[in-house]
């Protein structure tokens, strides 16, 4: 297929090159023409604006970070609606409000344009590999068209329903995952601190019920040292803070939502806002005086 491609930072850039190498052609697009090199030399074109991208296209795929870049790039007088054509689809990668989403569409529809909404699970690596797990929502027929499309990007592709409906369920995730990460940390710290080896407790946890895709990953990485900002405190800020929008606007009590939300905006306040979400291991590691990160051994 002939696609674009807007959006394209440490998540943005391998999906588009898994895009390349499926054999799609790319018309491609960033604030920032240095980061679309190497794309460009695999066979990318690149076009000065988003309208540009649009021009041609049967698909714009959009990898954002905030709702409001979204709305710009899709509705701006330079952007995708300006220049796509009837028939054409919007792929949003982003994160976004099941609202905003629900919006564009809307708007998109008006001019003949459909718009599946698909964010991701899976982080850089996933990304770079392809083993995303893709969140769909929009119209069936739309979503059948283009999930040969999105398996070249995600191993995992899941159609769950209407439009708004991906971005749902990728907000839930997310608040799940963030809850499940303030836990694993003080866990890890507390278990720590009451004098057992930290590599023995990461091992009897992961055999045992409170084990998790969360305990068994990122406690793993908190005690390798394994802290690259893949996942900032600023992203998790303003994920938690979709989620339990989302939650009020559906009346929706959300204790644990709402612990985990203040957590991460404290941190966001005291200097973690560019580092990764498992870096705020640190403050605990500070409170306690037990150190964990840098702990394992390769025998675990």
């Known amino acids: 297929m002939k696609l674009g491609f807007i959006g394209l930072g440490n998540m943005g850039n391998p999906m588009a090159t898994n895009l390349l190498k499926a054999g799609h052609s790319l018309q491609i697009h960033d604030l920032r023409r240095e980061v679309a090199v190497a794309l460009e030399e695999a ?34 007088e330079n ?112 278990g720590t601190k009451a004098g057992v080896d930290p590599n023995v407790l990461w091992q009897a946890v992961r055999a045992s019920s409170g084990g998790s895709f969360t305990w068994e990953s990122g406690t793993r990485a908190i005690l390798r040292d394994r802290l690259a900002p893949t996942f900032t405190v600023e992203l998790a800020r303003k994920d938690i803070g979709l989620a339990t929008s989302l939650a009020q606007e559906l009346g929706v009590p959300l204790t644990m939502g709402r612990v985990a939300k203040e957590l991460i905006h404290h941190y966001y306040a005291n200097g973690y806002a560019r580092e990764d979400i498992l870096s705020t291991i640190k403050a605990l590691e500070q409170q306690t005086g037990v150190i964990v990160r840098g702990t394992w051994k390769e025998s675990s």
Do not use: C
């Not at 608040?175 to 940390?185: E, K, Q, S, V």
């Open 43 to 76: 066979g990318a074109v690149w076009s000065p604006s988003p309208k540009e991208v649009a021009l041609g296209v049967e698909a714009v795929f959009l990898s954002l970070p905030m709702p409001a870049d979204v709305e710009r790039v899709v509705l701006a």
């Open 79 to 190: 952007g995708i609606l300006a220049g796509m054509h009837s028939g054409g689809t919007i792929i949003d990668m982003s994160t976004n409000s099941p609202t905003t989403v629900r919006s564009l569409a809307e708007q998109a529809r008006a001019k003949g344009v459909e718009f599946l909404d698909a964010p991701v699970s899976g982080g850089v690596r996933g990304a770079r590999n392809a083993t995303l797990t893709i969140m769909v929502g929009g119209e069936k027929a739309v979503y059948d068209r283009y999930e040969p499309v999105l398996k070249a990007i995600g191993s995992n592709v899941f159609y769950v329903g209407a439009v708004g409906a991906g971005n749902v369920v990728k907000l839930v995730n997310n608040m799940l995952a963030f809850i499940n990460m303030m836990g694993a940390a003080e866990a890890i710290v507390l």
